[in-house]
């Protein structure tokens, strides 16, 4: 049981508001504290301790905070003379790292790096122009340090991304300003805020090449009750899907401007934005209720998870525009599949959720953040994936920061760090909701503790004025069961999440030493409902090893399986293959999938061993007639060997080399062969 | 029996000259003409009477041509006052369409288009800069126009393209040389091309971004007898591989500026780049002998076809980078495939050839050609692929040019209507060359007309001082028989190439009524030899259709095999398959490929039938646990459906729609399924 910082415990963390249109509700930002023995826990705490001042650092060596302080008087001894560097979108990475800091003291009831935020607070403040406008990039070229000659404010829409860096300032704002009660950046980012949605009532047609703005204006309008924020949002997404924003080198579905939102029956063009679009859209839909924006969303929602989405959780396949690509187009070699992407998703599963109170998008967010995201970062916390391939060859070549052999410190365009850090710090927030209906609703299992008030504006719903205390312990997800425990007979009714790859049949769960039915016990919405009274529950979930096969239209992975447990989808590394080449390497699914020892390197709690066959191919021609090719293309026969998989969110961490998330199944034997193995 | 135009039937084709280091030599442009029956006479009639006035058309409304004339004075009456329009290598395409319209008059005896001819070479020659430096971008760009402000000749290496520019204009140069005796634009040519001699005599360090200039500076070599232009080609190859080209945003491999030519091991970055580099590091081979040269392009071109080159003969998997990617990384879907790889694919091929006399490198040429640079245009003549994909899904969205769903007329980035206009009014010479040894050696089949004085200087050895005709007559590719008949015993030995797809032991090879053992005949690089004296040869090769596998570690294609027949590539399209979804059709091999009839609205003399399977997969969702599966992926069962496929080099001429190369097979029964077919 966990007593939250006073003061703060009961304020929102993101997404927080009364949420009218909502189906269940997060609860206040402190109502659930991770354990440190846990693997979300764990997270947090590495993110805490060494991502999030990593990103403080690379802020600094990047010039990220530089190319504020160019903006200073000169005469001002923190001036900083030299030219802008990066991106001219590398004022959010600032932005989304104080959000990230922010987080982080919502969940620990602490003020970390307190002393730089207010530096950089201040910093921001004194660069502002007299509007309130704040992009460096703008502000700054003045043709002097070696950038364009003074472009103004907004001149370039398609690519300017001045509503995203605003969006993302906003963000930070809203959450410091939950988090520890101090308004000095919140007021930063509205005086900004306030301009836009003076220009956008004035008719100014704002609409950015880049969305992000949009979920960060809700959330504004729910920190301030400014219906204003939310006129500007329903505004900028009646602008987009005109082509306003023109084309070249892309075309308008590039920058989602090609359909109307609320008319999009398909995902389009570059990924990241797709999706902070789409996040937006629901937050819109949780505040107005206007079923045409959720409808937009769940079939979009529907075509890319339906026909877009890598067996990781990834999305985007394409390098070129970042991009989805088209259906069932998902090459495990070069998915692109942003780590921004997997935060994104994660983000408007978060909100699908909310709105719909359907298990389905909470499947859908642990899984991206159990695989994709988690990938993204090191084990020790300091290096990222810029793109999460499904698959790495021998003699790949690495050199270039999106096609990575290894994670890497920083980025030319350094969106992913910071926005891994901030989703972290705030992934307690999603471990549970409280329904319509006053059920306490668990959808991450975790070692967690609980704590919330089940009667407070938060997490509304028939109150009960009780509170909840409710500790939760497992070893998932390399353990299936789950046991909660309340302090007192639970004032309320609790559901719980039965994932999509559980076995209904196969699942147990005992209320108060009585077994229930777990068929009878699953409501429509895919969650298992037990009444209020209880006081102990336990889960146990299903957690045999599985082979996973894709629709026949994923021709990438044809003769394929992924191998996952639980919500853990794995991969083999050449590093465990030792004496083979890993392209050599057939599965042999019949002989069947065990469950391998920990890995305290790693920081995995399991690992997955089977039977696997390799024969070389070196030599093999590229092409040869099939008539000549008795063995079948080679994945015959072979040396027998020990294939071992590891949690495909830890791969690149034991240095780098061949990598593949789809093992190729070794073929049953043809009709007229005369031998299956050997040669 | 064909009569040469006087004066132009012994003037040299491309790579014209007495050759040094070949081992087998080209003849003169006219000893080869093509008949209207066969596909390669055809295929250059089509050139000459809608692709090239295509092209020259294009000039106009692309800007290529006013992009000169705005360098005219402005009283000039032909003065273009607009801007300047596409991309800065623009002139190019103009250099290009004039080096097409030459080999078309060798080809010919005629004088196409003269009139136009004259008049660009005069704009050119007005518009030359004094020192003869000839770059319209550069020249125009003086800041009055809307581009950047005076950028000063050579300033920018690496994108700049003005050495490409020059090669084109060279090579345009030599062929209207060579073609019709006029040295008008090989003048203004040289002006330029030897200011850059000068220069690069004089210590300049100029290497361009993009290779084409080592070839056209050998040619010129070849021309003019001049060495330093061959000085200047090995300079250019020595300052490459250093870096000196810089990087961004693209690192030192895209420009082959990674590694040193003579070291280099596999090809890498832009395909077009390190394909026209690798022609001219041959092109200088075979004027110096330096083994190291040929050397490590044999090495290269080992790595390209065998670990990089599509079933189609295309080259350049990405489309981010244009580049070739990693070992096996050959997505059907995404491939690149760029038709100007594949015209470069082929002219490095030749050069092989003609170094090393080897059968191999006309197999290559010969499939690249019949296949992607065939694919690449349309059966009318004037529309053009910019990549040549091998599957096309539904529901692709074909909007951007380099991904188009079907051939268009003219590109932003034109470069690939004109080179292939240039390469297909040249083919005739590829026909056949001269070996070292005096024999005549037919590369490619098609029904021709042979008459070389076998004296000449042109395709030297040992002469006879006695003519050659030799009558070619053959329907192949569609048919594999083909007779070659000489109007008098021939004086000199005769090589066939026995194609590598062909089994030596079905091949059948007939010498003046007497069968000739074929693998008795067979030389050690892959020809058919026949001692001097035979008068008519019957060669009958074996044209069952083929099922082809791919290398094991090119996953994409995993579980498919892609039909051929003798060197063509064929490809199912949805217009032939009614009433199914492409996708979801399987191949049946084991029932079996039959030899379909002709198309004459495609102009092929063959297709293939075969039986297929097709299960609806609609509805499947994209992941499932394999043990939920009892199907294997949906791929067993269905409906069985005659399957119909057509020569990949005519896709998409009927309407755009889902297209693909390599096709599933039907999986065998898996141990324990209860049922084979039917659901």
Redesign the interface.
Known sequence: MTATAPGTGARPGPVGGTLPSARTRPLPAGAVRLGPSGLLGRWQQRNAAATVPHCLGALETSGALDNLRRLLDPADPEHHAGPYRGFNFADSDVHKTLEAIAWESARSGAAPHEAEVRRVVDLLRRVQGPSGYLDSHVLGSDGTAGTAPSPEPYADLRWGHELYVLGHLVQAGVARARATGQDDLLDVAMTWADDVVSRLAAGEELVCGHPEVESAFVELFRETGDAAYLEAVRRMLELRGHGRLGSGP??P?YHQDATPVREATEV?GHAVRQLYLLAGVVDLYLETGEDALLAAAARQWDDV???R?Y?TGGMGS???DESF?????L????AYAESCAGVASVLWDWRMLLATGEARYADSLEHALLNVVAAATSTDGTAFFYSNPL?V?????G??EYQASGRRGWFACACCPPNLARLVASLHTMVATRDGDGALVVHLYGDADLEADLGSELGAGPGTGAPLRLAMRTGYPWDGDVVLTADAPSPVPLALRLPG?ADAARTRLDVDGVEVDVPTALDGRGYLRIGAGARVVRLSLPMEP?????????????????LARGPVVHCLEQVDHAGVVL??VVLD??AGLEVGPPDDTLGVGATLVGTGRA?P?AG????????R?AA????EGGVELPVRAVPYAVWGNRGEGPMRV?I?VAA?P??GDRRRSGR
Chains 1, 2 share one sequence.
């Open positions: 892309f075309e579905a389009a998870h339906g026909r989405t067996v394409r390098h070129k690509g088209d259906p069932f187009e090459p495990p070699d070069r698959q060859r021998t003699g790949h070549d050199a270039d790859w599985r082979a996973i096969t894709a629709h026949p239209h994923v021709d990438a992975v044809r003769g394929c399986v992924a392209e050599d699914v019949a024969t191919a093999t021609p590229l092409y040869r007639d099939r008539a090719d079948g293309g080679g994945v789809w190729p049953p043809r009709p």
